[in-house]
């Protein structure tokens, strides 16, 4: 049977896979896979702190709240490098000097 702790070290693992995406990565594409691994992490704790939880169904509530949250995330964030790409010609965060120009 799994338990609620190897539900909880899966969830630390994508966590610590997203911080190094973020830390590592200079494509802006990657820095937001990095922060949809974070929130996926995030979501998969809410799932199992919900699924050991006998009363009610709080866990699953907020995970489907935040899932909601995360496409919507996504959807502005694709929409932000879209418009960089097309001003600057790169994704790289680190060589756009300024936003409005």
Same mark, same amino acid.
Not at 7 to 31: D, E, H, M, P, T
Not at 49 to 54: E, L, P, S, T
Not at 83 to 96: A, E, H
């Given at each position: 049977?799994?338990?609620?702790?190897?539900?909880?070290?899966? /969830?630390? /693992?994508?966590?610590? +896979? *997203?911080?190094?995406?973020?830390?590592?990565?200079?494509?802006?594409?990657?820095?937001?896979?990095?922060? =949809?691994?974070?929130?996926?992490?995030? +979501?998969?704790?809410?799932?199992?702190? *919900?699924?050991?939880?006998?009363?009610?169904?709080? *866990?699953?509530?907020?995970?489907?709240?935040?899932?909601?949250?995360?496409?919507?995330?996504?959807?502005?964030?694709?929409?932000? +490098?879209?418009?960089?790409?097309?001003?600057?010609?790169?994704?790289?965060?680190?060589?756009? =000097?300024?936003?409005?120009?």
């Amino acid at each position: 049977m799994i338990t609620l702790s190897n539900f909880l070290l899966i /969830g630390a /693992g994508l966590f610590c +896979i *997203g911080i190094y995406i973020i830390l590592s990565k200079r494509n802006a594409i990657q820095v937001l896979i990095g922060i =949809e691994l974070i929130i996926n992490s995030a +979501i998969l704790n809410l799932v199992a702190f *919900g699924k050991y939880d006998k009363v009610n169904n709080a *866990g699953q509530a907020f995970a489907l709240f935040g899932i909601v949250l995360a496409a919507a995330a996504v959807a502005v964030a694709l929409a932000i +490098i879209l418009n960089v790409y097309r001003q600057y010609k790169t994704i790289d965060p680190t060589k756009v =000097e300024k936003l409005k120009g």
